[in-house]
């Protein structure tokens, strides 16, 4: 049965309706180096979450993170792990889902967008799309995330806007509507003019830290004061007149569904449309929005809590030992202490810890709402993609595997170890920091790890080893393509035996194929038209997975 959005208005609904309107929530898609932490830093700026920018990522060889915890990230200098930043902005709260810095780790960027309502595609100015940026944009496609691009390093050279823009339409298919529009480039770069009030606002560095003050003129002033060169004025303003002739109407429907992006020029490092970006993305931005579920749509305003388990992080701090399970809010108002229904097992739970997060600091919540993430401890109880719920049964559709690249047996040269061993592995799959596959020939009982970067594996081996006092060694299994076979071992039986691949099972006891490359793939896709693969896994609920 479906819920309705427009129950009587008692005082408590209509509060948290209204605390549901305040909210609004994102995550940041880019590549490396594009300018992420930059902009993150800026943004928690004008919320006021940090004094000073810097607190974020300091200066020089030191680049840490205030989201980066675990000792790997300090010595690799990366960011591997996500958290959460809230802060407020101008009447509105605003939940800023970090994503792992690092390539390898975008599985962990994948499940965190199943918890985003909006995106932020960040872009280097010079580069324009890059990999990365594609690979995740594909995961926002596929949820019909609203996409906001923000093309950064304006102050340096870059590539022509129009040309920029239509890579975008051209290659990922997504229209775009220019909220403002760039004078000059690099070292003639002098402010942009926004599109809607037709005011020019004038690029100025700001200081290292500071909020910038953007002086803002009309194009007659901007010309007549001298502020910017005639020729880059005009030449900025006829491109305009084109996309206005030529180009797509801001439509907030096509904006919502994914299909047309509000796109922003700036220059995070220089703190350069930051703040014009953050207002308009306040107005444009999709509120929390309803949910699918087994009980249908569940609309944020319903008056039972809600929410699923987006990500586990084991040991956030070495010193307690702990486990947190991450809860995307999706309805109702959640408070400290309730007592709650847990979806997959039955059992009735009560949340009596919950965190709020913020890089290392931590704070107890008292309540949350739709749209907000807070951060249970997790007695072994919660696996990724769980509900919470009070009231009428409510479960959240599952979150989806993304296809691993890269396989290793991972070998236990201790048996008498084993029982660490195995305890850490099952753990750490159920956190998701890797996937679990195993051999058809069940008398080869090792694990293979299947990850998207090597790095991950690393990071699985150093945990173990940390975390769980046990060494392990690694043995590449030359694979690099991996699809789930749609039917299951009945559909894989039917087309009898197949080449250059290898059969495995995961950790639901699917058929998994691996390939050496995408030649041998399509290869059998030529061979087999009838096998129907998939690059994601499908949805797994209310099943336990095969432990080692
Ligand atoms: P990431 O998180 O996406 O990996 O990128 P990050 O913010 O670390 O930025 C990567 C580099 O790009 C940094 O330089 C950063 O200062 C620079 N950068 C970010 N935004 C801008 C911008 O708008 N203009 C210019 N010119 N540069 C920008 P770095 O040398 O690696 O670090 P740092 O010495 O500046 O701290």
């Known amino acids: ?126 580069k324009g799309l890059e990999p990365q940026t594609r690979k995740l944009f594909e995961v926002c496609r596929m949820r019909r995330i609203p996409i906001f691009t923000f093309i950064n390093k304006m102050d340096r050279p870059g590539r022509e806007p129009l040309e920029l823009l239509d890579e975008i339409e051209q290659e990922l298919g997504l229209a775009c509507w220019p909220v403002n529009w760039p004078i000059g480039s690099g070292d003639r770069f002098r402010g942009v003019i926004d599109r809607r009030t037709q005011q020019v606002i004038l690029f100025q560095r700001a200081e290292r830290g500071r909020a910038s003050e953007e002086k803002v003129l009309s194009v007659e002033e901007a010309r007549s004061s001298g502020a910017v060169e005639p020729e880059l004025l005009d ?77 586990l992080q084991a040991n956030m701090d070495p010193r307690h030992r702990d486990r947190v399970a991450f809860v995307r809010v999706c309805s109702g108002k959640f408070e400290k202490d309730m007592t709650v229904q847990h979806a997959r097992t039955g059992k009735t739970i009560r949340l009596s810890r919950p965190q709020k997060l913020f890089g290392q600091d931590r704070a107890v919540v008292e309540d949350a709402y739709p749209g907000d993430v807070i951060g249970l401890n997790n007695p072994g109880m919660f696996a990724i993609g769980d509900t919470l719920y009070l009231g009428q049964k409510v479960e959240y559709e599952g979150i989806p595997c993304f296809s691993p690249e890269i396989f290793a047996w991972l070998r236990n040269p201790n048996p008498s170890a084993f029982k660490s061993f195995r305890k850490g592995v099952n753990e750490l799959r159920e956190e998701g920091a890797v996937q679990i596959l195993y051999d058809t020939d069940q008398s080869k009982r090792d694990p293979i790890l299947a990850a998207v970067g090597q790095l991950q594996l690393e990071v699985v081996q150093y945990r173990l080893e940390s975390e769980y006092g046990v060494q392990t060694r690694l043995e590449p299994l030359g694979y690099a393509v991996a699809r789930w076979v749609v039917g299951g071992w009945p559909a894989l039986e039917k087309v009898g035996r197949i080449f250059n691949c290898k059969t495995v099972r995961d950790a639901w006891d699917r058929p998994v194929l691996l390939f050496k490359n995408e030649w041998n793939l399509n290869q059998l896709g030529e061979d087999h038209p009838d096998l129907e693969l998939s690059a994601v896994a499908p949805v797994v609920s209310g099943v336990e997975p095969i432990a080692l």
């Open 235 to 311: 030449a900025a303003l006829e491109e305009l007149e084109l996309l206005e002739a030529a180009g797509n109407e801001l439509d907030l429907e096509l904006v919502h569904a994914g299909e047309l992006s509000p796109v922003f020029f700036g220059s995070a490092m220089t703190n350069f449309g930051v703040r014009p970006f953050l207002d308009a993305f306040l107005e444009l931005a999709q509120k929390p929005i309803p949910r699918s579920s087994s009980a249908g749509e569940i609309e944020p305003v319903r008056p039972g809590f809600s929410g699923f388990v987006f990500k």
């Open 1 to 126: 049965m479906t819920s309705t959005s427009a129950p009587a208005a008692t005082p408590e609904l209509q509060a948290l309706a209204e605390a549901v309107a305040r909210r609004r929530n994102f995550a940041i898609i880019s590549h490396p180096d594009a300018g992420k932490t930059t902009l993150t830093e800026k943004l928690l700026l004008y919320g006021g979450a940090i004094q000073q920018a810097g607190a974020v990522k300091a200066k020089g060889e030191q680049r840490k993170v205030t989201s980066d915890w675990m000792e790997l990230e300090k010595q690799r200098g990366i960011s591997i792990t996500s958290t959460v930043l809230q802060f407020d902005y101008s009447g509105s709260t605003i939940n800023l889902l970090d994503t792992p810095g690092h390539q390898d780790f975008s599985e962990d960027t994948y499940r965190t967008l199943a918890a985003a309502d909006n995106a932020v595609m960040l872009e280097d100015a010079a």
